[in-house]
T-cell receptor, first 115, second 114 residues
Framework: AQTVTQSQPEMSVQEAETVTLSCTYD???????LFWYKQPPSRQMILVIR??????QNATENRFSVNFQKAAKSFSLKISDSQLGDAAMYFCAYRSANRDDKIIFGKGTRLHILP | DAMVIQNPRYQVTQFGKPVTLSCSQTLNHNVMYWYQQKSSQAPKLLFH???????NEADTPDNFQSRRPNTSFCFLDIRSPGLGDAAMYLC?????????????FGPGTRLTVT
């Protein structure tokens, strides 16, 4: 069975600084998708960034980028120029590329932005 | 805008009194999910529909049921809510077979059991 591990329950970063959230996963599959979701306090969960396992190039979305190391089964999220609005719970998630459409979430990392 | 809508946003029910939460979507996605999320925890999948096919998670209590009368709507029925069922309930959708495989979440319904 696949598992997703986020080893940092909470992190803090100074506004405008860069922070990296860690995620490792375990799978025997070769074809899958990885996601980072953001859930601000009392607000909707939204997708931050996605990575297809067959792509070697790391995904980037504006200030958000990932470091995808397939052999190491590592998928970290880097947030550059942190803003107050980045404060949220961040979930790393895995999804198989087969018909099983379930997503497996990590336990989350709560990110605090210090003004 | 295409979206996932959940009603009500806040629901208070009494211990043992049946309650129904609703979810609708304008994305025309064929997969719909129900999650339970307790404070500062990851969402826990209760069940999902792949088209009309219902898929129950092995550890979902029998107290939780679901209905999907059409593509757009899905309901979560809690037959006899207990205090431990107080949580945020999230509905999500996805399009199976799409390249992205991401899930789109609704804003959630916060259930309080008194």
């Amino acid at each position: 069975a696949q598992t997703v591990t986020q080893s940092q329950p909470e992190m803090s970063v100074q506004e405008a600084e860069t922070v990296t959230l860690s995620c490792t996963y375990d799978t025997s599959e070769s074809d899958y998708y990885l996601f980072w979701y953001k859930q601000p306090p009392s607000r909707q969960m939204i997708l931050v960034i996605r990575q297809e396992a067959y792509k070697q190039q790391n995904a980037t979305e504006n200030r958000f980028s990932v470091n995808f190391q397939k052999a190491a089964k590592s998928f970290s999220l880097k947030i550059s120029d942190s803003q107050l609005g980045d404060a949220a719970m961040y979930f790393c998630a895995y999804r198989s590329a087969n018909r099983d459409d379930k997503i497996i979430f990590g336990k989350g990392t709560r990110l605090h932005i210090l003004p | 805008d295409a979206m996932v809508i959940q009603n009500p946003r806040y629901q208070v029910t009494q211990f043992g009194k049946p309650v129904t939460l609703s979810c609708s979507q304008t994305l025309n996605h064929n997969v719909m999910y129900w999650y339970q999320q307790k404070s500062s925890q990851a969402p826990k999948l209760l069940f999902h529909y792949y088209d009309k096919d219902f898929n129950n998670e092995a550890d979902t209590p029998d107290n939780f049921q679901s209905r999907r009368p059409n593509t757009s709507f899905c309901f979560l029925d809690i037959r006899s809510p207990g205090l431990g069922d107080a949580a945020m309930y999230l509905c999500a959708t996805s399009r199976a077979g799409s390249l992205n495989y991401e899930q789109y979440f609704g804003p959630g319904t916060r259930l309080t059991v008194t």
